[in-house]
């Protein structure tokens, strides 16, 4: 078994508010990853916070509004979502950095396969939003083999890219 996470390849993060050359270069690598290789599903995060988002926790840590449900910013790239449209997919919307969902669906799903199963991690933020999602899945699926693709995921600096895919090398998750 096969399965493909797309990690919150939004406008805002990719074309907008947030947005780098990094990030929108990281559109066309994700449209890659999803066209090379048959998956038996494929599951799509998206970031999603509501109005009072300055009013968070993250929202004061992180005072740039992004990802308001509703609004341009937050739909998923529409290369992506073409991508992706004939194949197995779902999205889970996320209000927070790692989704419990996301874990729990894969868990639920496969946790009797995870001796053959491969989770595939591509999108970004490599060191927020990837990373937590990673790590989540690897408590969940320890026997499952977790890969990042790091020209397919990118991050604030490609600085904070690199420190993130060592840290989940750390921690057992292949980095391709």
């Given at each position: 078994m096969k399965i493909l996470v797309i990690?919150?390849?939004?406008?805002?993060?990719t074309s907008?508010?947030?947005?780098?050359?990094e990030?929108?270069?990281a559109v066309s690598k994700v449209v890659e990853v999803i066209n090379e290789d048959n998956y038996d599903k494929i599951f799509l995060t998206r970031d999603?916070?509501?109005k009072n988002y300055l009013e968070t926790q993250e929202g004061r840590n992180?005072?740039?509004?992004?990802?308001i449900e509703g609004t341009i910013g937050w739909q998923i790239r529409e290369e992506i979502m073409k991508a992706v449209s004939d194949n197995n997919f779902c999205i889970i919307d996320k209000p927070v950095f790692g989704s419990l969902k996301l874990a729990e669906?894969?868990?639920?799903?496969?946790?009797?396969?995870q001796d053959n199963l491969e989770i595939v991690l591509v999108g970004v933020c490599t060191g927020i939003c990837v990373?937590?999602?990673?790590?989540?899945?690897?408590?969940?699926?320890p026997e499952a083999v977790i890969t990042v693709k790091a020209d397919a995921c990118a991050?604030?600096?490609p600085e904070s890219h690199k420190i993130a895919l060592d840290a989940m090398k750390m921690c057992q998750i292949n980095i391709d």
């Open positions: 990690v919150d390849m939004q406008n805002d993060f907008g508010v947030l947005g780098n050359n990030c929108e270069e999603t916070h509501q992180l005072p740039v509004e992004h990802c669906d894969i868990k639920t799903e496969y946790e009797n396969k990373i937590s999602n990673a790590m989540l899945l690897k408590a969940a699926l991050c604030v600096t």
